[in-house]
T-cell receptor, first 113, second 110 residues
Framework: KAGVTQTPRYLIKTRGQQVTLSCSPI?????VSWYQQTPGQGLQFLFE???????NKGNFPGRFSGRQFSNSRSEMNVSTLELGDSALYLC????????????FGQGTRLTVV | QKEVEQNSGPLSVPEGAIASLNCTYS??????FFWYRQYSGKSPELIMS????GDKEDGRFTAQLNKASQYVSLLIRDSQPSDSATYLC??????????FGAGTRLFVKA
């Protein structure tokens, strides 16, 4: 059974640019959550999608956005990149119902220079 | 007050000992609780989930939940050097949101 797949694994972008990250959940999982992980802040919740609907959002500026497609794949976008956006971005998938056990992808390491 | 609190450690235990990791949470309506293990440079890996008060055992791991005290813990028996990692406590608050603690670094000495 394939796990959660995130692409790309590594990205280097310049301040002011935008970036799109992709996440393909485990087959059958309909919920995708996104997290930002930095050494200082730990794992911070960005947003959660289920059946193409954003059900919850963390305390991040509007530059961070996401969407989910009908096949449950999800993308997140960060516009007008800042140096502080450098982080490991993780997505986690789950069935999304009563069972909220979530499984993480390998992450995308974003470096903003 | 942070929503999920953990001692950052490092917690150092000798090989073969019991490692005890603790976590408290602030939202009383929380229903689902998880422990993840994260090795350096890797993504978090789910090792235990617990939903009701009491103990849940899985191999060398035991999760303990006390909702009245808003406390969840993880015991690792017969600790091995390969258990050295950061352990993350996670709490699902029911609002389609799982909050993670900052993690406890565990070091098992051979």
């Amino acid at each position: 059974k394939a796990g959660v797949t995130q692409t790309p694994r590594y990205l280097i972008k310049t301040r002011g640019q935008q970036v799109t990250l992709s996440c393909s959940p485990i087959s059958g999982h309909r919920s995708v959550s996104w997290y930002q992980q930095t050494p200082g802040q730990g794992l911070q919740f960005l947003f959660e999608y289920f059946s193409e609907t954003q059900r919850n959002k963390g305390n991040f500026p509007g530059r961070f956005s996401g969407r989910q497609f009908s096949n449950s794949r999800s993308e997140m976008n960060v516009s007008t990149l800042e140096l502080g956006d450098s982080a490991l971005y993780l997505c986690a998938s789950s069935f999304g119902g009563e069972n909220t056990e979530a499984f993480f992808g390998q992450g995308t390491r974003l470096t903003v220079v | 007050q942070k929503e999920v609190e953990q001692n950052s450690g490092p917690l150092s235990v000798p090989e073969g000992a019991i490692a005890s990791l603790n976590c408290t949470y602030s939202d009383r309506v929380s229903q689902s609780f998880f422990w993840y293990r994260q090795y350096s440079g890797k993504s978090p890996e789910l090792i235990m989930s617990i939903y009701s008060n009491g103990d849940k055992e899985d191999g060398r791991f035991t999760a303990q939940l006390n909702k009245a005290s808003q406390y969840v813990s993880l015991l690792i028996r017969d600790s091995q050097p390969s258990d050295s990692a950061t352990y993350l406590c996670a709490v699902n608050t029911g609002g389609f949101k799982t909050i993670f603690g900052a993690g406890t670094r565990l070091f098992v000495k051979a």
